[in-house]
């Protein structure tokens, strides 16, 4: 079991997929993530299997730590190893602060930010057996900047790239690199659940100094960029990637 192995967490479809194929593509075998998308989980892990690589497919809500620690099981069963680990995986509830209920709170923070502390722990105790790692978060611009109906997952993205800067630090000693990247409006499923997705999607295309919008490979890029072996000195960074919109007032 000498294949490099890569865990990207909500990788049925979106960004977590498009990720998932390109490390296909680089050579790794996948573990492939969902919570609810059996289906789309299965055409993604046939998709990388086409392309010779091995696929796991493991369902497990990553805001649910035994759900977390019976997906790890799995992937040292199966794989015996873990070289890199994509946090993709998001959920929240779309609402003004004073309509959030605890609920949604709690929801939000799980799978936002409590989540990779808990993998990454995870993923270390694997990664450590290989020597090194790298870990890459995906956040977005609500974390720096107000936007509508978005405190919750406004505040879980923050503490997620916290959290990104103290498991940098911790984690370089045991050769894992940790970074993070905040993508600006990507129009993918997961915005369908936005309630003002058509305003931000016109904002994104009327004032996006880069002149259009982010797209799904923008994200993906960067990803593979700070996955990469030439981006081992950028430790606890969260890049953005938003063609200069969050630059303006």
């Known amino acids: ?10 990788s049925s479809r979106g960004i977590g997929k498009e990720i ?15 919570a609810r998308s059996k289906n789309a989980a299965l ?12 696929a796991l497919v493991v369902k497990a809500n990553v805001g649910d730590v035994d759900k977390i620690n019976h997906m790890f099981e799995q992937i040292e069963q199966e794989f015996g190893r873990l070289d ?15 309509e959030l209920e605890e609920k949604h709170w709690d929801w939000t923070m799980n799978i936002n930010s409590k ?12 990664m450590e057996k290989s020597g090194k790692g790298k870990i890459v978060s995906i956040s977005s611009l609500g974390s720096i900047r107000y936007l509508e109906n978005y405190t919750a997952v406004g505040v879980s993205k923050a503490a997620l790239e916290a959290l990104t800067r103290y498991l940098a630090v911790e984690f370089s000693a045991k050769n894992i690199v940790v ?17 003002n997705r058509e305003e931000m999607l016109a904002e994104a295309r009327e004032k996006t100094p880069a002149g259009k919008m982010v797209e799904i490979d923008d994200i ?8 990469g ?14 063609g200069g919109i969050s630059l303006l007032v």
């Not at 079991?1 to 909500?10: R, S």
């Not at 890199?84 to 004073?98: E, T, Y």
């Not at 072996?229 to 938003?242: E, H, K, L, P």
């Open 84 to 98: 890199i680990f994509v946090n993709n995986a998001a959920s929240g509830v779309q609402r003004p602060a004073m």
């Open 43 to 54: 055409e993604t892990a046939a998709e990388i299997e086409a392309l010779g690589r091995r």
């Open 20 to 34: 998932a194929l390109r490390l296909a593509k680089e050579g790794y075998d996948l573990v492939i993530n969902y």
């Open 229 to 242: 072996d030439g981006s081992d000195m950028i430790r606890g960074q969260t890049i953005i990637v938003d």
């Open 115 to 126: 989540a990779l502390l808990f993998c990454a722990q995870q993923a270390a105790k694997l």
């Open 179 to 195: 970074n993070a990247v905040s993508g600006g409006a990507v129009d993918t499923e997961a915005l369908a659940h936005f309630p």
């Open 1 to 10: 079991m000498t294949n490099k192995v890569a865990l990207v967490t909500g």
């Open 220 to 227: 993906v890029n960067a990803v593979m960029f700070l996955l």
